[in-house]
């Protein structure tokens, strides 16, 4: 369980370092007049979404071989990569 635990925060805090969330917080944070609230905003978001992560990941796992969703998720970061490389988004 707590292997679990640490490379789940270990996975995910190496993802979020330099994204463009992390990015627009600072950007919140330095017009903001109380940086507690935008960290209290941004935390609830990112439990949130993990929460949605977690849950989705799980329905998905009884109906779809673990293989097949590895793949799809491999893809879909590829396509946005591209994407993002070639300014599309």
Request: net charge positive; no cysteine.
């Amino acid at each position: 369980m707590l292997k679990t635990i640490f490379t789940t925060f270990i996975l995910v805090f190496i993802a979020e370092l330099g994204d463009k969330t992390q990015l627009s917080t600072m950007m919140l944070a330095s017009k903001s007049n109380s940086i507690w609230h935008v960290f209290l905003g941004s935390s609830l978001a990112l439990i949130l979404s993990s929460l949605l992560g977690v849950f989705a990941g799980s329905l998905l796992h009884k109906y779809i071989p673990i293989y097949y969703i590895q793949l799809i998720s491999g893809g879909a970061f590829i396509i946005i990569g591209i994407l993002l490389l070639s300014g599309k988004i």
